[in-house]
């Protein structure tokens, strides 16, 4: 038997799915998480981003490692098959959920790790980068777009995406 291909972990939000379009959701007082989660399935695709991922594909498994709650799962998916990325596993956070996308993104590619060695994780936080070149990951920072003030708190301090 041969041993598993590598897996890439890609996250979603702001590395294969454009979120700009729908970050006012995030900058109103009460924040409208339904809202901006509901717009997802409008989000621009991220050529850079779905261009890395068929590249990867070429020697690694992907999985999609997302800090969108699991009741999202349905409309998630059907947008990766849109974007031509579809048929990977999606891992999302379980709804309530509300660590830190650091915390919780560690925890699902450790367990993955138990599977198949993990060649790359590629994500667009830089806190979650540290924390998976802290726990011993290859990563790649997808800076093909600026992250806002909202996606970095909606991240790494409010633990929604």
């Not at 490692?65 to 059907?78: D, F, K, L, M, N």
């Not at 509300?98 to 450790?110: C, I, Q, S």
């Amino acid at each position: 038997m041969s041993d598993p291909r590598p897996i890439a972990v890609v996250d979603i939000d702001g590395v294969v799915a454009d979120v700009r379009h729908r970050l006012h959701f995030l900058e109103s007082k009460p924040k409208d998480w339904d809202a901006f989660f509901a717009a997802a399935s409008e989000d621009p695709v991220l050529r850079e981003g779905v261009d890395r991922v068929g590249t990867l594909a070429i020697d690694h498994d992907i999985v999609f490692v997302t800090g969108r709650p699991a009741r999202c799962r349905s409309q998630t998916e059907h947008w990766l098959e849109r974007a031509g990325i579809g048929g990977w596993p999606v891992v999302m956070r379980r709804n309530g959920d509300r660590r830190p996308a650091r915390l919780t993104k560690v925890h699902e590619v450790r367990t993955l790790a138990r599977s198949a060695p993990v060649g790359v994780v590629v994500d667009d936080d830089p806190e979650v980068c540290a924390a998976m070149t802290e726990s011993g990951f290859t990563v790649e920072l997808a800076t093909w777009i600026d992250r806002s003030e909202s996606l970095r708190d909606a991240q790494g301090t409010e633990g929604r995406t």
